[in-house]
């Protein structure tokens, strides 16, 4: 069966630096990733979806690329703020549960 | 820009009551969810309800669960007699259509204190 895994639970950097956090799966490709930001006490809000075709999505200073070949997707904050600091979290396009992501803090 | 909203944002209740947990998804969606989190935990997946009848459910999702959509509007959670352990942030979540991806929207949450 397919899995999907992020590998940090938790990801501390700079202000101003690029986050970059992973998402990793298991054997056959899902159609589609998708991201999404928690925020404590908040609901999880969609950030971008990327197909299996597409390489690459942007939005605003997130990016997103699919690389079949190592069966990853890197999720991209550039120019990072504390503004940004939350639970990433990643799954495939269908799925209904979600993993534990992984916990950025962006230190000022 | 049409969100989920759910009332109310914070319930206390006392061990062994029913609890209704109300939810209006965004008007154009067809299909909606339930989620709960502990504190600290993952967002876990509790039932997604389409065409008036439940289309899945989590081992999580027991007797005491329910779930209706009572009218046009609304879409409710019911725990029949709550336990501590039902303690958590509840979310209720909507989205489009589940023949493309499964983009979901997600309300503020009820936390469900259970003393």
């Known amino acids: 069966s397919q899995k999907i895994e992020q590998n940090s639970e938790a990801l501390n950097i700079q202000e101003g630096k690029t986050a970059t956090l992973t998402c990793n799966y298991t054997n056959y490709s899902p159609a589609y990733l998708q991201w999404y930001r928690q925020d404590p006490g908040r609901g999880p809000v969609f950030l971008l979806l990327?197909?299996?075709?597409?390489k690459e999505k942007r939005k605003e200073r997130l990016k997103v690329t699919f690389d079949t070949t190592l069966k990853q997707s890197l999720f991209h904050i550039t120019a990072s703020q504390p503004a940004d600091s939350a639970t990433y979290l990643c799954?495939?396009?269908?799925?209904?549960?979600f993993g534990s992501g992984t916990r950025l803090q962006v230190q000022p | 820009e049409p969100e989920v909203t759910q009332t109310p944002s914070h319930q206390v209740t006392q061990m062994g009551q029913e609890v209704i947990l109300r939810c209006v998804p965004i008007?154009?969606?067809?299909?909606f969810y339930w989620y709960r989190q502990i504190l600290g935990q993952k967002v876990e997946f509790l039932v997604s309800?389409?065409?008036?009848?439940?289309?899945?459910k989590s081992e999580i999702f027991d007797d005491q669960f329910s779930v209706e959509r009572p009218d046009g509007s609304n879409f409710t959670l019911k725990i029949r007699s709550t336990k501590l352990e039902d303690s958590a942030m509840y979310f209720c979540?909507?989205?489009?259509?589940?023949?493309?991806?499964?983009?979901?929207?997600f309300g503020p949450g009820t936390r469900l204190t259970v003393t």
């Open positions: 979540a909507s989205s489009e259509a589940l023949g493309g991806p499964l983009v979901q929207y």
């Open positions: 990327i197909r299996e075709n597409e």
């Open positions: 008007s154009n969606h067809l299909y």
């Open positions: 799954r495939r396009g269908r799925a209904l549960t």
């Open positions: 309800f389409y065409n008036n009848e439940i289309s899945e």
